[in-house]
């Protein structure tokens, strides 16, 4: 499709479990973020990449968090030995270069750690 | 962080009726708005922007509106829809960058 793709949609971890979640943004795409939502919450900033440099990554919660863009594509958050209070769904948006700062994002990725 | 809040948790309103969704944010230093539509098990969806050189911008059946002199954003929605139910979030962003978004406002539209 056209619109920005996440993997995997659901998942469920035990805790102490790593996880990976993966981003496929809208091709040519040149900026890419990653948001955590609680529940009722609003999104929350992470991390975030233009090409594939990681330009900021301040809104990580904890060492256990890691994101990498290698390719300037495709993305990857990946928690370390999660925790349950890392059960969010993790939102990816992209957003294409010049004046124009609207961010398409996926669906989300729900992690429920148990 | 930055703090963007939503002075409504929740808003009930009859379908045809216009909704105003109001959003107040703290960094004076923010350059450019936006106002997101989320649905149930969705992500975001862009529906209006504004840059912080403008006080009122009109899409459609939308308007937002900036008064940087209280740090005030709203969204009005105009003959409002079922369609139109969903969680309203305010994100604010410098140089389109590290959007902040607020906590959401929750629109019923009751036929």
């Known amino acids: 499709g056209a619109g920005v793709s996440q993997s995997p949609r659901y998942k469920v971890a035990k805790r102490g479990q790593d996880v990976a979640l993966r981003c496929d943004p809208i091709?040519?795409?040149?900026?890419l973020f990653w948001y955590q939502q609680a529940l009722g919450q609003g999104p929350e900033f992470l991390t975030y990449f233009q090409n594939e440099a990681q330009l900021d990554k301040s809104g990580l919660p904890s060492d256990r968090f890691f994101a990498e863009r290698p390719e300037g594509s495709v993305s990857t958050l990946k928690i370390q030995r999660t925790q349950q209070e890392d059960s969010a769904v993790y939102l990816c948006a992209s957003r294409t270069s010049g004046s124009n700062g609207e961010l398409f994002f996926g669906e989300g990725s729900r992690l429920t750690v148990l | 962080g930055e703090s963007v809040g939503l002075h409504l948790p929740t808003l009930s309103v009859q379908e045809g009726d216009n909704s105003i969704i109001n959003c107040a944010y703290s960094?004076?230093?923010?350059?450019?708005f936006i106002w997101y539509k989320q649905e149930s098990g969705k992500g975001p969806q862009f529906i209006i922007d504004?840059?912080?050189?403008?006080d009122k911008r009109q899409g459609q059946r939308v308007t937002v509106l900036l008064n940087k002199t209280v740090k005030h954003l709203s969204l009005q929605i105009a003959a409002t829809q079922p369609g139109d139910s969903a969680v309203y979030f305010c994100a604010e962003g410098y140089n389109f960058n590290k959007f902040y978004f607020g906590s959401g406002t929750k629109l019923n539209v009751k036929p």
């Open positions: 091709s040519g795409h040149v900026s």
């Open positions: 504004i840059r912080s050189n403008m």
């Open positions: 960094n004076s230093a923010s350059d450019y």
